[in-house]
């Protein structure tokens, strides 16, 4: 059976932080991932994720598109709805914002910032295994699977 490579919703989120993560990387080759990631959870596209705000556009344009797909033009269904919903409340709180607190005396990252990377390191996981499923290889850059 022939997998799709169409990308399932709950994965656009992970795409897009996948990319900022690559460019980050692109433009400072000398960066580890962990460093990259690091990186992206202070940038304008993290605030946007992790304040709620890219899911509540997103629903917001679905909505007004009574739910129809503008790439393939079919409805989406409502349990997807429900898992955008979801996801949206675990960003928020996976990626919970407390800049001022990110290190503690020794310089460890402290359990909440600990928490966030975790959660995009597992979405940067849940992207490169779609791709490798779909043998979308192209797609994969930060090489997080292997």
Known sequence: MKQSKERPYVLFVAEIIY???VEIKKKNPELSNLD???AFMGSDTYNH???GKFH???LDELRKNNFIDNKTKKQIPEETVRLLN???DVMVKQLIQFPSLYYAKSHFPLEISQRAFD????MCESYELWCK???QSEL???NIID
Do not use: V, Y
């Not at 959660?119 to 597992?122: P, S």
């Open 140 to 142: 994969i850059f930060l």
């Open 86 to 88: 979801m996801q949206k």
């Open 133 to 135: 499923e779909t043998k």
């Open 56 to 58: 509540d556009e997103w």
């Open 119 to 122: 959660h995009l390191w597992r």
């Open 49 to 51: 994720i992790s304040s």
């Open 19 to 21: 990319q900022k993560i």
């Open 36 to 38: 990259a990631i690091d």
